[in-house]
């Protein structure tokens, strides 16, 4: 569905929101009727004022608010997105929720048709201006059981506590100590959280059990703008180009000098004979590299780097690759056919043949099990370390963190 497909219907927001239901329910994504007809409900455009009623119910992200350097600071996330978390936060009528980050709306909105009248949403923005306009789109749409703050989202709302489900719509570093104690015994938070200093971010489902950790259902690729507030946290980026960027995590060992001198060697390939296909279920291939391996690292490209040839790794793990030293090996796709490629890599600097080999032998190492969802676990800050799950571990100032597979 485009902008063009729906121009016919423009100014009819029921059929549009009937075509943007429609998408969404093509992509497999709604698993219960409830979210569907929350979706068929809300009344998008009212949220959305200032984009066109195409735009408001198109399938994409809608930027709402910029910072400074142009860089996005609030938005409209897409829709497919939005009904994915909505579904994984699974609200029951009458549940209490807290949603950090309410941006325009409209997710609260949509929380507030699945809970009923009987329940309360509660919804926490860091910006007067867009608490504000969140807060007037809310009363204009005839939303009374929604209360818009302005705070920071990091300390929750005691006020409305103890909350059946809490949903987070911007990538967090942490889980805040105020998120734990705010949540109910039994209760669900969907959190968008990032599981390594490259930025790399998994949307999980934590359960909170009777021993007073958190244990995920289920882990999913997404995209977020992250957490402002005292719960920001900045990435380490190293340009070895000026279309070419490194994220990495700033604790693990690097030298940005001879990191920007990598892509003055020319490209070793590796090419493993490894096959996936497009629609197999190695979203994670990404995550489980950077729990199998020291200095894990994302390439951000853009167009004119592919194009000119000069780097091109695999956009469905997000330039995921290893570097040491002023070498970097990434891993790359060719196509086989129509709908499978072979996974390859692709080193620059000099140690490009050596990196390029322990990469292989990972992605191998991979091949043999090929897990599909990690085991993520979330622990307290100061939990014993014989009590933690077994995996990777992960600190944060609040929270301990395990990922096994």
């Known amino acids: 569905m485009t902008n063009d497909t729906m121009g016919t219907s423009r100014l009819d927001p029921a059929q549009l929101r009937a075509g943007l239901v429609d998408y969404?329910?093509?992509?497999?994504?709604?698993?219960?009727?409830?979210?569907?007809?929350?979706?068929?409900?809300?009344?998008?455009?009212?949220?959305?004022?200032?984009?066109?009623?195409?735009?408001?119910?198109?399938?994409?992200?809608?930027?709402?608010?910029?910072?400074?350097?142009?860089?996005?600071?609030?938005?409209?996330?897409?829709?497919?997105?939005?009904?994915?978390?909505?579904e994984?936060?699974?609200?029951?009528?009458?549940?209490?929720?807290?949603?950090?980050?309410?941006?325009?709306?409209?997710?609260a909105a949509l929380i507030a048709e699945v809970a009923g009248d009987a329940g309360r949403v509660v919804t926490i923005e860091i910006d007067e201006d867009l608490t504000a306009g969140a807060r007037a789109a809310l009363a204009r749409a005839g939303y009374r059981n929604v209360e818009v703050i302005c705070g920071d989202g990091a300390a929750g709302y005691p006020a409305g506590a103890p909350y059946d489900r809490i949903i987070v719509t911007a990538k967090a570093w942490d889980i805040p100590s105020p998120w734990w104690e705010q949540l109910a015994p039994g209760g669900r938070i969907v959190v968008p959280l990032r599981l390594h200093g490259s930025g790399l971010t998994r949307s999980i489902a934590f359960d909170l059990d009777s021993s007073g950790r958190m244990v995920?259902?289920?882990?999913?690729?997404?995209?977020?703008?992250?957490?402002?507030?005292?719960?920001?946290?900045?990435?380490?980026?190293t340009q070895l180009s000026p279309d070419v960027v490194l994220k990495l995590d700033?604790?693990?060992?690097?030298?940005?000098?001879?990191?920007?001198?990598?892509?003055?060697?020319?490209?070793?390939?590796?090419?493993?004979?490894?096959?996936?296909?497009?629609?197999?279920?190695v979203e994670h291939l990404d995550l489980w590299l950077a729990t199998s391996a020291s200095r894990f690292g994302r390439l951000a490209v853009t167009t004119a780097a592919r194009d000119s040839?000069?780097?091109?790794?695999?956009?469905?793990?997000?330039?995921?690759?290893?570097?040491?030293?002023?070498?970097?090996?990434?891993i790359a796709v060719r196509p086989c056919s129509e709908d499978v490629n072979e996974l390859g890599v692709i080193a620059h600097g000099p140690?490009?043949?050596?990196?390029?080999?322990?990469?292989?032998?990972?992605?191998?190492?991979?091949?043999?099990?090929?897990?599909?969802?990690?085991?993520?676990?979330?622990?307290?800050?100061?939990?014993?370390?014989?009590?933690?799950a077994p995996g990777?571990?992960?600190?944060?100032?609040?929270?301990?963190?395990?990922?096994?597979?």
């Open 250 to 281: 700033a604790r693990d060992p690097h030298d940005d000098d001879l990191l920007t001198q990598a892509l003055t060697h020319p490209a070793h390939e590796h090419w493993t004979g490894l096959r996936v296909r497009d629609d197999e279920p």
């Open 392 to 405: 990777m571990l992960i600190i944060r100032p609040a929270t301990r963190v395990t990922i096994s597979w």
């Open 88 to 107: 994984d936060l699974d609200v029951h009528p009458g549940h209490r929720v807290l949603e950090i980050g309410a941006a325009t709306g409209i997710n």
């Open 351 to 388: 140690d490009s043949v050596k990196l390029a080999a322990s990469l292989s032998d990972l992605l191998h190492q991979w091949d043999n099990d090929r897990p599909s969802q990690p085991i993520i676990t979330a622990h307290p800050a100061g939990t014993p370390g014989e009590e933690l």
């Open 24 to 86: 969404i329910r093509r992509r497999g994504t709604f698993r219960t009727p409830q979210v569907e007809r929350a979706f068929l409900a809300v009344p998008r455009h009212l949220f959305l004022g200032g984009v066109d009623l195409a735009t408001a119910y198109a399938p994409q992200i809608v930027i709402t608010k910029r910072a400074p350097d142009g860089s996005a600071i609030s938005s409209a996330s897409h829709p497919n997105l939005v009904a994915t978390q909505l």
């Open 309 to 330: 040839g000069l780097i091109n790794p695999a956009r469905r793990w997000a330039g995921a690759c290893l570097y040491d030293g002023g070498t970097i090996a990434y």
């Open 216 to 237: 995920s259902s289920h882990a999913r690729v997404c995209g977020f703008v992250p957490m402002r507030g005292s719960a920001a946290h900045g990435d380490h980026i």
